[in-house]
């Protein structure tokens, strides 16, 4: 499963050279991320409040390969590329739309965290329902529970 999200580069997005500055692609990648829960069913600020869970980021990257400009429509395309006991990871391509030519590969690691505690997060396994709903989600072969 896919989660697209659609958007118009703005001025205030764009650094000294009129390109994107590269934060921003952080920025949308996680915004992205959390439509992704959220199309699923998995809200995450539901999750912190009612099963004080949260899904942190631990890492994340980006090939940037075309730059953004201003007024350009771009298209994220998130999905999830791997499966954990503990963790997954989402991939998020950026395309320029309407050529549908790849901006930035980009990827985000996260881990689900016990957050019971705010003074020491750990790592703990993501729940049963969560794992199945996020294991039929996942791009290509099958989760890793282990």
């Keep these: ?35 992704f829960f959220d199309s699923l069913g998995i ?8 099963r004080n869970i949260q899904f942190g980021l631990v890492e994340t990257g980006c090939r940037y390969l075309s730059p953004g400009r201003y007024f350009d429509k771009v298209c994220l395309i998130t999905t999830v590329e791997e499966l954990r006991a503990k963790s997954l990871t989402l991939a998020h391509r950026i395309y320029r739309m309407p050529e549908h030519e790849l901006m930035v590969d980009g990827f985000e ?29 996942l791009k290509g072969p099958s989760s890793t529970r282990a």
């Design 1 to 35: 499963m896919q989660h697209t999200l659609e958007k118009s580069i703005t001025w205030g997005e764009l650094d000294a050279l009129g390109i994107v500055f590269y934060p921003r692609y952080y920025e949308w990648m996680d915004e992205a991320a959390h439509a």
């Design 43 to 50: 809200n995450l600020g539901t999750l912190w409040k009612g």
């Design 109 to 137: 690691r996260r881990i689900c965290l016990d957050v019971s505690d705010p003074a020491a997060f750990k790592a703990t396994h993501i729940p049963e329902d969560i794992h199945q709903i996020l294991s039929s989600a």
